[in-house]
């Protein structure tokens, strides 16, 4: 029968039983120190003891081999046959005792016998850097994500770190274990091979091994033993790269609004020249000019925006302006008395207005005119017209234009003192005129607040261009129709056209007004590129603010600047004495805000006339601290350095590293040793190599030897056994 062939694997146990049929043969690999049985069926068991029974095995052996994995020593084979129960075992012929080894078993010999294995864990370590940067860098300054089970950005920064750790872990322990062997190339004290060893294995071991370093020379071991408790802290630190802050990310669910306006006609006409001002619109005047918003956006009262925080696009909107210089060259000092008066505007002029001329410091009463003055009037208001050729204030189509005259106090005057009567004072003067106007604002709401910036603005033209004012010319309006407007904050051509379309539908002149007759040439523009102001809303506000400043005055019977009688608005603008260029300016700025404010509130508006924003949901967002990302990087290139500098001091190839089968295949072998026995306390053991020196080398038969050993002064050591 032909035999049936076993083949060769490593023989662990100390005894293999064969089972045979009742003719058979079996081959078998065995390994030194081991025994066979075999067992048939006529004969239950035949052993050999391949030590003593099958000498052919000692002597047959190779010259020349050893235990390293360099130049191993076959194992024997040995061949077994049974015929019709009886036994034979015989050393097989030459050649039968080389290993098979398959693919994975030679791969995994390659990962033993050299320091692949390490420099893929420090490539892998490399990796989970690289992912974990590239993964913090895709979630810089992005929201949260909202993922199962609470997980967190930290949560997954904690997963790369610990993967990162254990990657470093692995090759420092390895690295450690390896000048092991290094440290005991010289003789050594047999007592640090357990501290080495330790080192390896947790951190009270390598805060022994460097303690274990003061005055000893082990250094490459006492970098590695640092880089790994450094290493340690690689996690804690990790969690300050994430930093968490309040951020906001746009709702799909909800839009803001603010108002604004292309046309505003409200008011009612009571009688031909005489006109209703809107409640809403004189509350807003009011307001102004006694009670004005810190800011100018805050006249704004309706708008829209959910969460409180909202972004919205550039819009322009119907409003209206302001402008203010000073006269001083028309003040007039009195030739017969004290005090000042303001030329303007002809005592009768031709549409038959009664006017008297601005007058401050008067000091004696006259009977006259129409009016008896006190001793002192400290501030005079009236109306005039804003398009005087010769003063040069004409770049705009006024709706209305006052002038004031006040009797300021002298800088050198102590106010504090509250004694203003006998103050030096001086005359000033400044006129200030409000028109419409097209205002373009970029805005944004934050915590509810709104705030808005002017960016730019431009005159509108009356319709009618020979009008003096609007009292005095019946349907006088203002309206202008610009090249390009906004839209959902991109700007885009208005596309006039000859004829009205679908888009063009409101009617305009060659002067960019509205026509005022039938006959007049019109081009057509889309809505929302035409701003006009009615005329009954006009002619209401010109005679609203007429009646609060024109030919009105503020008085005091003794000269103080702070006892005044008159209308508190005009005390406003006085500012006790101290008004000037600034003071009128930031006045009528308010004024004209405010007007702006309730034009765009309570106007009549365009198709596209709210400007449409954006609200903002209030979020957990993700900032990236890369500074803290250092010690991450510093470990992993100390690291590498460390496997480099361990690998450079030994070989690539054969190095034992943190092996503990070196230790026993070539243990010490000396009559110092024989007193210990495997029941000994593990303390008698570390006591005993304490008072042994061991050394490393290969004799002249380059047979790897540990057992040279010198046996200091003291070897009595007591020991204690464990009981039996």
Not at 518 to 528: A, F, H, L, R
Request: glycine share 6%; proline share 5%; aromatic share 10%.
């Amino acid at each position: 029968m032909f035999p049936r062939r076993v083949h060769s694997q490593r023989v662990a146990d100390t005894e293999t039983e064969l089972p045979l049929g009742g003719n058979s043969q079996i081959a078998y690999f065995i390994g030194r120190d081991s025994s066979i049985t075999a067992a048939s069926a006529p004969h239950q068991e035949r052993a050999i003891d391949l030590n003593q029974d099958a000498a052919f095995l000692a002597h047959d052996m190779p010259s020349g081999c050893n235990m390293s994995r360099d130049n191993p020593c076959p194992a024997p084979f040995i061949e077994a046959r049974t015929d019709n129960g009886a036994f034979e075992a015989n050393k097989a012929e030459e050649g039968k005792g080389e290993r098979y080894k398959t693919r994975f078993q030679r791969f995994d010999l390659f990962l033993t016998d050299t320091w692949a294995l390490e420099v893929f864990w420090c490539l892998l370590a490399f990796a989970f850097l690289a992912g974990m940067s590239t993964f913090l860098a895709a979630h810089q300054g992005a929201p949260q994500p909202q993922w199962p089970y609470g997980i967190s950005i930290n949560t997954v920064v904690s997963l790369f770190v610990s993967a990162l750790v254990g990657a470093l872990g692995s090759v420092l322990s390895t690295c450690i274990g390896q000048t092991k062997w290094q440290w005991f190339a010289s003789p050594r004290v047999l007592s640090d091979i357990e501290t080495f060893d330790g080192a390896t294995r947790d951190i009270w071991g390598k805060l022994q091994l460097l303690a274990h370093s003061c005055g000893r020379e082990h250094h490459l071991a006492n970098c590695g033993c640092l880089i790994a408790l450094g290493t340690l802290a690689v996690g804690p630190f990790s969690q300050q790269i994430v930093q968490y802050y309040n951020c906001f990310s746009v709702s799909s669910s909800h839009l803001a609004w603010l108002p604004r306006v292309n046309n505003y006609t409200a008011g009612s006409r009571v009688s031909p020249g005489h006109s209703q001002l809107d409640p809403r619109m004189a509350s807003a005047i009011y307001t102004g000019i006694l009670d004005p918003p810190k800011t100018d956006a805050g006249a704004i009262t309706s708008f829209s925006c959910d969460s409180g925080n909202c972004t919205l696009p550039q819009f322009s909107t119907l409003g209206m302006c302001h402008s203010c210089h000073e006269i001083l060259e028309l003040i007039h000092a009195n030739e017969s008395f004290p005090g000042y008066w303001l030329d303007n505007w002809a005592e009768n002029p031709s549409w038959n207005w009664w006017r008297e001329d601005a007058r401050v410091g008067w000091t004696n009463e006259s009977s006259t005119t129409h009016y008896t003055y006190t001793p002192y009037t400290m501030l005079s208001s009236r109306k005039t017209l804003g398009f005087d050729p010769s003063m040069g204030d004409a770049p705009f189509d006024d709706l209305i234009t006052l002038d004031f005259l006040t009797f300021n106090i002298d800088a050198t005057c102590n106010t504090t003192m509250g004694d203003t009567e006998t103050c030096s004072k001086h005359p000033w003067a400044v006129r200030c005129s409000l028109y419409p106007c097209i205002k373009t604002f970029n805005a944004n709401i934050t915590n509810s607040r709104l705030s808005e910036n002017l960016t730019s603005y431009f005159p509108m033209k009356k319709s009618n261009i020979s009008a003096i004012e609007v009292t005095t010319s019946e349907n006088l309006t203002w309206s202008y129709a610009v090249n390009t407007t906004l839209r959902h904050g991109q700007r885009v051509d208005c596309n006039p056209s000859s004829i009205p379309t679908t888009t063009n539908t409101v009617p305009i002149t060659s002067n960019r007004t509205s026509p005022i007759s039938s006959n007049e040439t019109v081009t057509w523009y889309p809505q929302d590129c035409v701003y006009s102001l009615g005329y009954p809303a006009a002619l209401g506000i010109n005679q609203f603010l007429s009646t609060l400043f024109d030919v009105n005055s503020l008085e005091s019977h003794n000269g103080s600047v702070t006892d005044l009688f008159g209308d508190h608005w005009l005390k406003t603008f006085y500012k006790n004495g101290m008004a000037n260029f600034s003071t009128a300016d930031t006045y009528f700025g308010s004024l004209a805000a405010t007007i702006t404010a309730s034009m765009r509130q309570t106007g009549q508006t365009a198709l596209l006339a709210d400007a449409i924003g954006s609200v903002l949901q209030s979020e957990t967002c993700i900032r990236i601290r890369w500074p803290w990302l250092t010690l991450p990087v510093f470990f992993v290139l100390a690291t590498l350095g460390f496997l480099i500098s361990t690998i450079m001091s030994s070989a690539w190839r054969g190095a034992w590293k943190s092996s503990f089968l070196a230790a026993v295949f070539f243990g010490a072998h000396n009559a110092g040793l024989e007193s210990l026995e495997p029941q000994s306390l593990q303390s008698d053991i570390i006591e005993t190599a304490k008072h042994i020196r061991v050394q490393l080398y290969v004799n002249q038969q380059m047979t790897p030897v540990n057992s040279v050993i010198n046996i200091e002064a003291s070897q009595n050591v007591n020991l204690t056994r464990l009981p039996t």
